[in-house]
C-alpha cells in the first residue's frame, strides 16, 4: 500500500511537470488588457496569476493611514498599521481611495491627504506589495456625492453637456496617477478600480441609473481616456460588483476583455453569518469559473464585517471560503472610526483569530509577498 501510493504520488509528479509551463513563461491570457502596459505592469500582472491558488493576499483599505487605539484614532503616524499591530506583518495588498481629487481637493473624503497617500504607495511599492485604487467620485452632473442617484452617466458621456465636466475630474486622477513613480523613476503599476458595485443602486453609476449600454460606453471611455489620451499604462483595471445572481447578471454591464484585468465583487457579512457564507460560496463560485473563461484575474475587491463582533470570523468564515475558491486577493475596508472598522486593532475582539489566519498557509501577507518581487523577477 505504502509503495503504491509513492507510486502514484511520483507519477502524479511527473504528470503536473509535464503540464507545467515552461519556467517564467506568462501564464495563458495573463497579458494586460492595454497592449502598451509597462513591462512592470506586464509582470505584476503575470506574476498576480501566478500566485493564484498558492494563497489568498490579504488586504486592507487606508491601512497606513490611520487606525484604531484603545477607542480613539491614531491617523499618520510613520510605519504604522492596525493589522501590522496585530499580526506582525503588513498586508500584501494597500486600497487607496481618489474620492474628491477630482475637485482639486488637498484631501480625500475621507480626510487623508493626497500627497500622503502618494507617499505610502510608494512605500507600499518599494516593500513588494500590491496596491489598488477605488475612487467614490462626486456626481458630475449636479456637483452631489458618489452617493447622489440621480441620473448622470448620460449627460457625462462624449456629446452630452456634462462631458467636459467629467474630462477635468479625470484630468486631475490622471496626473495623479501619473505621479506615482518609484525611487528610479518608474511608473508604479496599480490595480485601478472605477465604478465599482454598480450592479447595486446607491452611487450615480449605479444598475438603476444607467442602462448597461450607457455604463459600458463610461467605462470604455475612461479607460481608454486614461490610457490612450494620458498615456498611462501602469493601470490594472478592475470590474468590480456588488451582488449578482448568475453569470449572465454578472456581465450584463462587463465593458468587455479589452477594458479590464481584474474581476470581483464586494460582500459584506452582516449579523447572519451563514447567509454570507452561502452567498459568498455561489457567488465566489461563479466568479472563478468566469474569470477562468475570460484569462482574468478573480479577486474579492471588498470584503468584510464592520467591527468584526464575531472572534472567530477570521478562520471559521472568511478563510474556508478563500481555501475553497481561490482568488488573488481579499481586500477589508478601512479603519474608520472606533465603530466603523474591518480589520482588527491590538486588543480588539478578532484579533487572536486573526493572527492565526495571517499564520495559515493559505494568506499572503507582505511577510510572504515581499521577498517574491513581483515587480522585477517572473516568480518560479
Ligand atoms: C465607505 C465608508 C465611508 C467612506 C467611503 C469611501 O464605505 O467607509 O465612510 O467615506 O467608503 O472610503
Redesign the pocket.
Known amino acids: 500500500m505504502k509503495m503504491f501510493r509513492t507510486l502514484a504520488l511520483a507519477a502524479a509528479a511527473a504528470a503536473l511537470a509535464f503540464g507545467a509551463r515552461a519556467q517564467g513563461q506568462a501564464p495563458a491570457g495573463a497579458l494586460p488588457a492595454d497592449p502598451a502596459a509597462t513591462a512592470q505592469t506586464k509582470l505584476l500582472l503575470a506574476n498576480l496569476h501566478r500566485l493564484v491558488g498558492r494563497g489568498v493576499m490579504f488586504g486592507h483599505q487606508d491601512d497606513m493611514a490611520y487606525g484604531i487605539d484603545q477607542g480613539k484614532m491614531w491617523k499618520g503616524d510613520a510605519n504604522r498599521s492596525d493589522v501590522k499591530s496585530v499580526a506582525g506583518a503588513y498586508p500584501a495588498v494597500f486600497g487607496w481611495?481618489l474620492?474628491h481629487l477630482e475637485l482639486d481637493s488637498a484631501r480625500n473624503?475621507?480626510g487623508v491627504p493626497f500627497a500622503r497617500i502618494r507617499g505610502y504607495i510608494q512605500q507600499d511599492y518599494a516593500q513588494g506589495s500590491v496596491v489598488t485604487i477605488s475612487w467614490?467620485l462626486n456626481n458630475p452632473h449636479n456637483g452631489k456625492t458618489a452617493w447622489d442617484t440621480a441620473r448622470t452617466v448620460q449627460y457625462i458621456l462624449p456629446g452630452g453637456p456634462d462631458h467636459a465636466r467629467y474630462v477635468g475630474y479625470l484630468d486631475r486622477v490622471a496626473a495623479f496617477l501619473g505621479s506615482l513613480k518609484g525611487a528610479k523613476g518608474e511608473a508604479i503599476p496599480v490595480i485601478f478600480r472605477p465604478f465599482h458595485e454598480h450592479t447595486g443602486s446607491w452611487f450615480w453609476w449605479g444598475q438603476k441609473e444607467c442602462t448597461a449600454a450607457e455604463f459600458k460606453a463610461i467605462w470604455q471611455f475612461t479607460v481608454g481616456y486614461l490610457r490612450d489620451q494620458k498615456k498611462l499604462h501602469n493601470l490594472l483595471i478592475a470590474y468590480s460588483a456588488s451582488d449578482f445572481a448568475t453569470e449572465a447578471d454578472y456581465l450584463e454591464r462587463y465593458p468587455g476583455d479589452a477594458y479590464a484585468d481584474v474581476l470581483g465583487f464586494d460582500d459584506y457579512c452582516g449579523p447572519d453569518p451563514a447567509q454570507f457564507k452561502a452567498g459568498m460560496d455561489r457567488k465566489l463560485g461563479l466568479l472563478v469559473s468566469i474569470s477562468r473563461a475570460h484569462h482574468k484575474l478573480p479577486a474579492l475587491t471588498e470584503v468584510g464585517y464592520d467591527g468584526v463582533p464575531d472572534p472567530g470570523w477570521w478562520t471559521q468564515t472568511l478563510l474556508p471560503l478563500l481555501e475553497k475558491h481561490p482568488v488573488s486577493y481579499a481586500l477589508t475596508?478601512?479603519n474608520?472610526d472606533p465603530v466603523?472598522f474591518f480589520a482588527p486593532y491590538p486588543g480588539q475582539a478578532s484579533a487572536a483569530d486573526f493572527k492565526k489566519f495571517f499564520q495559515s498557509k493559505s494568506t499572503i501577507f507582505n511577510s510572504r509577498l515581499g521577498p517574491l518581487h513581483l515587480y522585477t523577477q517572473p516568480l518560479k
Open positions: 481611495e474620492g473624503l475621507d467614490h475596508w478601512r474608520g466603523h
